[in-house]
C-alpha cells in the first residue's frame, strides 16, 4: 500500500504563524480529520500515530498550536494573553486557511479535548463529528481525581510531592522523581516513552510559558488560569456524534468524563483497559480501529 503523502506549512494568525502537517489529501471524498493536542503548550508529536487513519482515505491534519512546537513561541506574553479564546480562534483561522471550514471531523486529546468541546459547544455549521479523547470536563474534578490518584501512590513519592509543592519547589529532582511515577502510571505506561512522546516532552520543556501559565508545574498539580475552567453545564448544546475515548488508568478518570456521557445527546463512550492517558501509544491499533469506525460511520 502507498504511503499517504505528508505535507507541511505555517498559517499566518495575527502577527505570528500556525505550523501545521497534513497527512492525505484534503480533497479526497472523505472529510478530514483535524486533531487537536493537549498542554496546552505541547506539540503534535505525540499524536502521530493518528496519522495512519490517513491509509483509509481521510485526510489527517495535525498542528502546533501558538506558544509550542514549531508554531511562535511568544514567552513573554503573560495570563491576560494565554487564554481558551486565543485557541478557539487560532483553530478556526486554520480551518479557513486550509479551506475545510465546511466540511471536517474534530479529534481533541487531553487539552486538545477540552479545546473541541469549547469549538463543538459554538455550534460551528462545518462540524461532521467530535471526538474527546482523555480529557475531562472540568478542571475541579480533574484536581480531584488526581487526589484520589496520588492517595494510592506509595507513601514516599506522596510525602515528596506534598513537601515540595507546600514550599514551592517543584523543579527540585526529588519532585520531578515523585512526579514521574504518577506519569508512569497514569500519563503513558510504555515505559521508556516512545521517541514521538519523549519529543513532546522534550520540547515543552524547553518553552513551558503556555503549560506553566494555563495549567500548572504538571498534570496534577493544575494552579494555572485553567484551574476553574468547566464545561459541565454547557455540554448539552453540543449537537454533532461524539466519541468519548479513555484509559482504564488515565488520569482523566471516569467521573472526569461522566459529564459528557450525561449531557451530550449523541454520544458513545469506549474506555481502553490497557491503557493510561495515551491509548493510541498504549493500545494504537484498537484505537485506530475505533476512531476510524466511528468517523466512517458519520461522513
Given amino acids: 500500500m502507498t504511503k499517504a503523502a505528508v505535507r507541511e506549512g505555517t498559517a499566518p494568525f495575527r502577527d505570528w504563524t500556525t505550523w501545521y502537517r497534513v497527512t492525505g489529501d484534503l480533497d479526497a471524498e472523505k472529510p478530514p480529520l483535524v486533531v487537536l493536542h493537549g498542554g496546552p503548550g505541547c506539540s ?3 499524536l502521530l500515530a493518528i496519522a495512519d487513519i490517513a491509509e483509509s482515505g481521510r485526510a489527517v491534519v495535525h498542528y502546533d498550536q501558538l506558544g509550542g512546537g514549531r508554531s511562535t513561541h511568544l514567552p513573554d506574553r503573560g495570563a491576560d494573553f494565554w487564554t481558551v479564546e486565543l485557541f478557539l480562534e487560532e483553530l478556526d483561522n486554520l480551518l479557513g486557511h486550509l479551506g475545510i471550514a465546511d466540511r471536517y471531523h474534530l479529534l481533541g486529546q487531553s487539552w486538545g479535548g477540552m479545546l473541541g468541546s ?11 463529528s467530535l471526538v474527546i479523547s482523555n480529557s475531562p470536563a472540568s478542571l475541579e474534578l480533574w484536581v480531584q481525581e488526581a487526589g484520589r490518584l496520588r492517595a494510592d501512590l506509595d507513601p514516599a513519592v ?3 510531592l506534598d513537601r515540595h509543592e ?3 519547589t517543584t523543579d527540585d529532582p526529588e519532585y520531578v522523581a515523585a512526579t514521574q511515577v504518577f506519569y508512569d502510571r497514569h500519563v503513558c505506561r510504555v515505559v521508556p516513552n516512545p521517541p514521538e512522546v519523549a519529543r513532546t516532552f522534550e520540547m515543552l520543556e524547553q518553552d513551558p510559558t503556555v503549560y506553566h501559565t494555563m495549567n500548572g508545574p504538571n498534570e496534577f498539580f493544575c494552579i494555572g488560569t485553567l484551574k476553574t475552567w468547566s464545561v459541565v453545564d454547557r455540554v448539552g448544546r ?3 456524534p461524539t466519541l468519548l475515548l479513555s484509559g482504564r488508568f488515565d488520569e482523566a478518570t471516569p467521573a472526569t468524563v461522566e459529564p459528557f456521557a450525561t449531557s451530550i445527546p449523541d454520544v458513545a463512550w469506549e474506555i481502553f483497559e490497557e491503557s493510561s492517558h495515551m491509548p493510541f501509544v498504549e493500545e494504537p491499533e484498537r484505537y485506530l480501529v475505533a476512531v476510524t469506525e466511528f468517523l466512517d460511520s458519520h461522513d
Avoid at 118 to 128: D, K, N, T
Wanted: proline share 4%.
Fill in 44 to 46: 503534535h508529536d505525540y
Fill in 118 to 128: 469549547e469549538h463543538a459547544i459554538r455550534r460551528p455549521s462545518g462540524l461532521i
Fill in 158 to 160: 506522596r510525602d515528596a
Fill in 166 to 168: 507546600k514550599a514551592g
Fill in 238 to 240: 453540543i449537537d454533532v
